[in-house]
């Protein structure tokens, strides 16, 4: 291992490495990804900045910000994939050091060492920075604001707390601007939960609170404030209710149960989330940092739990804590402060053992798809495995090496703590390494070799009919379904016609430009015996129309 000076630059090398490749490697997914990357395509195509759109309409579901750099690498790279998850990746790579660098001063150098490299091993986390949604980007900047904070707290009635509270609320105003007003929620709640841990005793002057909220409300104002000086309330007053709808009712689908969240972070945050679950409660010393992380936590999965809409990634905000929560728990076992329980070595086998099975078996699923057909019910499923990919045979062996290594690692990690043979005096063990670097290799491959194929599964045939239309001077749009992809990858421009939104313009009304239409085959009867159709192409699971 280099010295502990040279750790920055070993977490910069792992992240760079890890996180820049491959990043254009499949086409966006749809919704989010397409609906993100789109908002920001037309932000070039109109040259409007100050509002976000989609199908050149306002876009009330988001703020700005995450758009703005989208754009920005868009107008450096050129519109596609790789520059629409770009902003993401080097996201990823601040947020390893901001872990190395939080964890140094927390604990020392080899704790912030553990904290990055956990994050950068853990399955959900590393695969977020390499896509295009709004989450990785807003979670740093809520995180931000809570350090900010806690050490705000610990200056109480010394010099520097101005200027470390101005910072929070400068973090937790931009938090605003990428995704609305629940990161100043997130934020505020996690404070007055940590205040009335400690009995409402004073932790941050009065005048500092309300700096720490005039800052927020200052940031947020660059833009939600301009928009009602240019366009009036209603902007914002979608944009609320859109929020509430939200929070009170599943929305585009989404209903889950309430634990969801519980289960995706279990699972989603392996490894990091066996090693979290022993300390998950805290005691109320708010001058530990570990209070702060368990109450974020609780605020985020109690917060998103009685969302009726239930998306993966809207607990992500969660696997911070937890990654810090895994770290200061593995770090106490590797310095001999806590011993290792039998429970936590049948946990990550268990967990992991069940990750590596599925990535083990997933290629086997496209290689041996017509003997699993008849057991499928789906009939567009079905129709999507007919897609001609190609599968070297050999994929279910990254699984497979990811599962051997990540089983050695865990029982020689176990050995070695019960053994007492503790942290060493520069560095890791091996098996820390090789735990964690285990899940990054695996996903590393995974996106490069067996995603590309189960994408043109899922979207293949989409994607590739609206590239086909790119240029031509005609309309091409989904039916009996939403999608985004008709706007980003036909490349859609302004002017719309309006009545191009109404699906019964675009089947049986007096179309003024070529027009072809795209459904799934289960929604595809519907429309076969409409004289004004004729089909074109059947692919995939997928029903090209064309207009008579």
Known sequence: ???????????????????????????LFDWDEINFAESAREMLVTGNYARVQINFEPFWEKPPLFFWLQATAMNWLGVGEYAARLPNALIGIVTLLTFFFVGKRLHGSQFGLLWALGYLGALTPHLYFKTGIIDPTFNLFIFLGVCYTYEAVQRYGKIGAVQKIAVAGLFVGLAVLTKGPVGALLAGLTFVIVWSANRFRPVLRLSHALLAVAVALGVASLWFGLEIIRNGPWFLEEFITYQIRLFSTPDAGHGQPFYYHFVVVLVGCFPLSIFAIRYLISDRDPRDFRLWMVVLFWVVMILFSIVKTKIVHYSSMAWFPVSYLAARHLHDLLTGRVTWPRWLTVGLLFIGGM?????????????????????????????????????????????????????????????????????????????????????????????????PKIEEYVQGTVVRFYESKQGKNAYAEPIGYKSYAQLFYFRKQPPVNPLTKQETYLINGPVDKPTYLITKITSANDYRANPNLRVVNEENGYVIFERK
């Open 355 to 451: 990750l590596g099975t599925l990535l083990t078996l997933l290629p086997v699923v496209g290689q041996f798809k017509t003997t699993l057909i008849p057991y499928i019910n789906d009939p567009f499923a079905v129709a999507n495995l007919q897609a001609n990919v190609t599968w070297g045979g050999w994929e279910w062996i990254i699984g497979a090496t990811y599962l051997a290594v990540l089983v050695t690692a865990i029982v020689v990690l176990a050995g070695v703590i019960q053994r007492r043979r503790l942290l060493p005096a520069n560095g890791l063990p091996g098996s820390v390494w090789a735990l964690f670097m285990s899940t990054a290799v695996c996903l590393w491959l995974y996106l490069s070799v067996v995603v």
């Open 1 to 27: 291992m280099p010295a502990p000076r040279y750790y920055p630059l070993l977490i910069l090398a792992l992240g760079a490495f890890f996180f820049l490749p491959f990043l254009g490697r499949v086409h």
